[in-house]
């Protein structure tokens, strides 16, 4: 950490690209490794550092009959899900803004434009031409493993910790918190089945890589691993290859 002396404050100093890609390397970070896109806002706020804690959740739900003559019963099905993302990361507001700068621009924290934007996602989205409400929906993607989207589902809780820092002039301070911690889930809206979830990518299903998505990939696919590469498999449909890092 350095000293900034033009306000007394202490932050990260400002980063070259070569020295944020040698951090993001350093990190084995990009910014398509961990990001969360809020779609009311059409915006999407890179997250710099994985997350402390992720959990991916799926519940079912089988009715269960007792006819005469069986030693066990028979179970008819009658619901699944919602699948649930939950995740927790402690983020730092000068990190954020270096990975962030569109969301710097209007002069405003990106993290307390995303704290601000994860709030209005537990509020409805009222729709007055269809006379509707309709729940705001968020992307969350972790590494190449966890890919969502759906409802925030519980609340969004967020932690304030030390050290706090004037992030304005000795003239007009204003201080806050350095490192907040962010926690939410995501209960994803897409149905699936038992015979197509293998194919669409499993736990990462419904994800378009950017790269892909440009070259006009469709949407339905999943990641074939291999040792030094992985193959975009869609359906049969079409394939490419792409090589790790």
Not at 60 to 87: C, D, H, K
Not at 143 to 165: A, C, F, M, Q, S
Not at 182 to 202: D, W
Request: net charge neutral; proline share 8%.
């Amino acid at each position: 950490m350095a000293l900034n002396p033009n306000n007394g404050r202490q932050t990260y100093p400002t980063w070259s690209a070569q020295r944020l890609s040698e951090y993001q390397n350093k990190l084995k970070v990009s910014p398509t490794d961990c990001y969360v896109t809020l779609h009311h806002i059409g915006k999407t706020f890179i997250l710099p550092v994985d997350p402390d804690a992720v959990s991916d959740n799926m519940n079912v739900s089988f009715a269960e009959n007792n006819p005469l003559s069986r030693s066990a019963p028979i179970y008819s099905y009658q619901n699944s899900g919602p699948r649930t993302v939950s995740a927790t990361w402690t983020l730092h507001r000068d990190l954020c803004r270096e990975f962030n700068p569109e969301w710097a621009k209007s002069g405003e924290d990106p993290v307390d434009l995303l704290v601000t934007n994860l709030d209005a996602l537990v509020l409805p989205d009222y729709n007055a031409a269809n006379k509707i409400v309709n729940p705001p929906l968020v992307s969350l993607k972790i590494r190449d493993e966890i890919y969502i989207k759906g409802v925030i589902t519980g609340n969004v809780g967020l932690t304030y910790n030390l050290p706090i820092i004037n992030y304005g002039t000795e003239d007009a301070p204003n201080y806050k918190y350095a490192m907040i911690t962010i926690s939410f889930g995501v209960n994803e809206i897409t149905p699936y089945s038992a015979s197509i979830l293998p194919t669409v990518g499993g736990k990462f299903r419904g994800y378009v890589d950017p790269s892909l998505a440009s070259m006009g990939m469709p949407i339905s696919g999943g990641w074939a691993v291999g040792d030094n590469s992985r193959s975009w498999l869609a359906g049969g449909s079409g394939q490419m290859t792409q090589q790790y890092r």
